[in-house]
């Protein structure tokens, strides 16, 4: 008897229209599904004609669901991981399960589609290239603050997930951790009717949540731009400016030499300069 597979697959995070065909299909053609919460994900089965049976796995019973659901796997039964929304494991169960089932040498297939966590970085113009996802911050005011503190000096974009409820508060502690001219992004109920996406100095965004009660609910993802580099790493102007011509005619590698022979500035300095830093 062949081993079965489990496909771990992403679900809308509001928007239906994000459901993709091949979700659809494996949803259809598994033996079962797991679920965070099977009330919730039967709405969406039922809207996608899926008649799969469901059954249970969230944060309180994965450890012991996971190890049966390896079982039948090894048994030669197909299944598929969702949760309530996004992509399973994106601050969402699956961990134990997926690593289970690794060890019991399952193979593990992901059906892609929707997280809240690309969709905004997708949108928000800030870099990409590198960001660091931080998932949920500590609920008390002290502990958030604290982690906030370990981040304020992180040159990557910072990404947060957050409960509506605390949206407030926590940019408060942003803007008093990081400053409030420090570049953020809202991006709150992303792919639904009402959704936001506020592209702004944390001062500024902390101000609008706070005067419009609406932008208070929903769900958000908040993006912070990375710190700006210490005060050594700054390139001074005149290298600045002359690896900026350069670089309008020339490869960069090659700008970053020249100007660093024109100028003796450091050469990686410049090439990081105009990888990164450059407008
Ligand atoms: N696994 C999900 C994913 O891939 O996005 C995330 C699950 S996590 C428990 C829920 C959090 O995701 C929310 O508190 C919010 O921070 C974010 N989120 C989910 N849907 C969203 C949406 N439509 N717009 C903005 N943020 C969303």
């Known amino acids: 008897m062949n081993a079965g597979t489990l496909y771990v697959v992403a679900t809308p995070i509001g928007n239906l229209g994000d459901m993709t065909p091949r ?3 494996v949803l259809q053609r598994v033996a079962r599904i797991a679920a965070e919460d099977t009330r ?14 469901l059954f ?10 996971s190890a049966e659901v390896v079982r039948r796997l090894l048994a030669g039964e197909d299944i598929a ?8 494991l994106i601050s969402d169960p699956g961990f134990p399960l997926t690593r289970l089932a690794h060890e019991a040498g399952i193979r593990v297939v992901p059906v892609p589609g929707a997280s809240a966590l690309i969709a905004a970085l997708s949108a928000a113009g800030l870099p990409t290239d590198r960001f660091a ?6 609920p008390k005011s002290a502990a958030r603050r604290h982690v906030l503190e370990g981040l304020a000096g992180e040159r990557r974009t910072l990404a947060f997930y957050e409960a509506p409820h605390r949206l407030l508060e926590t940019l408060e502690d942003m803007a008093a951790v990081f400053g409030p001219e ?8 992303l792919t639904k009717t009402f959704e936001t996406l506020r592209r702004a100095p944390l001062g500024e965004l902390l101000e609008f949540v706070r005067a419009d009660s609406d932008q208070q609910r929903g769900e958000a993802v908040l993006l912070v731009h990375g710190a700006p580099p210490p005060a050594a790493d700054v390139l001074a ?5 002359i690896a900026e011509l350069l670089a309008a005619e020339l490869p960069v590698k090659q700008a970053a030499a020249l100007a660093a022979k024109i100028t003796g500035a450091k050469k990686n300095q410049i090439y990081d300069y105009l990888v990164n830093e450059r407008q």
């Open 81 to 88: 991981l969702i949760s309530d929304a996004g992509t399973p």
């Open 40 to 53: 919730h994900s039967a709405g969406l089965l039922r809207h996608f004609g899926i008649h799969t049976p």
């Open 182 to 189: 420090r570049l953020a992004v809202l991006a709150r109920e």
């Open 237 to 241: 102007d005149e290298p600045r400016r």
């Open 23 to 25: 979700a659809v299909e």
């Open 133 to 138: 996802f931080e998932g949920f911050l500590p």
């Open 56 to 65: 249970a796995l969230h944060e309180h019973n994965e450890r012991e669901v």
